[in-house]
């Protein structure tokens, strides 16, 4: 806390009284960088464009967004600093994964109902989806790759989105 008061110019009475707890102060910092996230996800899952554009659209803009250098260094603090304070890994997949797979998977289940995907359980589709899409940001976690091209997240998210389709595809 004193280095973040430090940084930001006031004090940590200051940063206290606005942020009771670490836990607290991270929480904030995570809401402000998934609000906007959310949203995008949010715009690309809009109604009325058939089902694999739709899902498409989502899977570009969650990949551009998780191989972001912030966004990476974020992933590595949770994932490095979670076994000694499993409280932050808790934060962060209630204030982000948890959230973007309960829209997605609420958008799954529209089109299992409307028949464009087999019938099955929304939330796990969901997270096969997302977790066909990671796949690019572990490559970019570990530095097999650099700073993904668009036209490459552009190919990554599609491939994600076909084997995502045919897994879900409506058995006739």
Known sequence: MSTIAG??????????????SKEDLFAAVLDDLTVSFRNSLEDALRPGRDCRTTLSDFAERFLQ??????????????VGEGGRFPEIGRIFYERGP?????????????RMD??????????QAARNLIQ???TAQSLRLWGVVD???????????TNAVDVFMRAYAVLR
């Open 7 to 20: 940084k930001l110019g006031g004090s940590k009475g200051t940063l206290w009284a606005y942020f009771p």
């Open 65 to 78: 967004k998780i191989v972001d250098p912030y966004i990476l260094g974020m992933h590595r603090l949770i």
């Open 98 to 110: 948890r959230q973007v797979v309960e829209r997605l998977a609420d958008y799954i289940c529209q």
């Open 114 to 123: 409307a028949g464009d995907l087999r019938a099955d359980d929304p939330q």
């Open 132 to 134: 066909l899409t990671q």
């Open 147 to 157: 700073t993904p091209t668009p036209e490459l997240l552009h190919t990554h998210a």
